[in-house]
């Protein structure tokens, strides 16, 4: 099965998918962002997989978009046909990788069930579950829009950096999809940022930084309240994924023993890739 991704649809094919994903919802609910990598965090002893370079990802997470997340998808009870998905840049701590980013019309229940499902099989620490402009959400959000296929990973990671030297709280992380840098103010338990920013300081500080930069000329398009969240496994703690396994019906599960034979076929996707790229 193939999933429509960027090197298929465009940017602004994707942005009407979003469009008409969001128009025809049952209940105007927000369509859900689930946003992953696809090189793994845990299982593997891959010493140099921290110096690969965002083409060697970006290579490697296409690959598993193709081959992986549609089989992923069937075991969590998804309908890929009804997935918008791509390759994008995702930055973290002022450093941006190869993240996947999938949309799809999901409740919360089975949103997080395919994220857990994403999350067990390429062995990540967490998976991030997104809704803009829900009126439930608690977390702010702004959008920073760059004109149409400007956005690539330089461009991301050079206004990342851009905006951290505004205010250095914004070199948190951020999320891309098609032609915009979504920047959530992530909130700890006690609901405070860990940008350490407000609201108003958080906005200041992307307008101010869409403002100066050069030479591409983003804007900043649209903020309020998100829902987000992460769903994650202590790979240390729980080397099995049981964090993962327990919101999938647990390890004996039909969806776990169909996981685990997807991993097998990722694994083997894994130790081909690593002496290919110099991951080892």
């Known amino acids: 099965m193939n999933l429509p991704v960027r090197s298929k649809f ?5 942005g009407a998918a979003f469009v008409v994903m969001a128009a025809t919802a049952a209940q105007a609910v927000e ?3 689930i946003s992953y990598e696809a090189a793994p965090s845990a299982g593997f002893e891959l010493p140099k997989l921290g110096q690969a370079s965002y083409a ?17 998808a069937a075991a969590a009870g998804v309908d890929a046909s009804k997935m918008v998905s791509e390759v994008t840049p995702g930055g973290y701590l002022l450093r941006t990788n190869a993240s996947l980013q999938t949309m799809v019309d999901l409740d919360d229940e089975a949103a997080d069930r395919f994220a857990a499902a994403l999350g067990y099989v390429f062995r990540q620490e967490s998976v991030l579950v997104s809704r803009l402009d829900d009126p439930a959400g608690t977390t702010d959000f ?21 905006a951290a030297s505004v205010e250095k709280g914004l070199g948190g992380g951020y999320t891309a999809f098609g032609d915009d840098q979504i920047f959530l103010n992530v909130t ?17 500080g992307l307008l101010k930084a869409a403002t100066e930069f050069q ?3 983003p804007k900043v398009t649209n903020n309020g309240k998100a829902v987000a969240r992460f769903v994650g496994n202590d790979w240390q703690a729980q080397p099995a994924g049981e964090a993962y396994a327990a919101r999938l019906g647990g390890a004996g599960s039909d969806a776990v023993k ?14 081909s890739a690593a ?4 991951w080892k």
Request: cysteine-free.
């Open 215 to 217: 030479p591409v000329t």
């Open 188 to 204: 700890d338990g006690d609901g405070k940022p860990y940008s350490g920013l407000d609201h108003e300081a958080f906005l200041a």
């Open 275 to 278: 002496p290919r790229y110099g």
């Open 258 to 271: 169909k996981l685990d034979a997807i991993e097998v076929t990722y694994a083997g996707m894994v130790e």
């Open 31 to 33: 369509p859900v962002l």
């Open 142 to 162: 702004v959008t920073v829009s760059f004109p149409r296929d400007k956005l690539d990973s330089a461009v991301a990671q050079a206004f990342f950096e851009k």
């Open 10 to 14: 465009g940017k602004a094919a994707l």
């Open 56 to 72: 060697v990802r970006s290579a490697f997470a296409l690959q598993a978009l193709s081959d992986i997340v549609p089989k992923i």
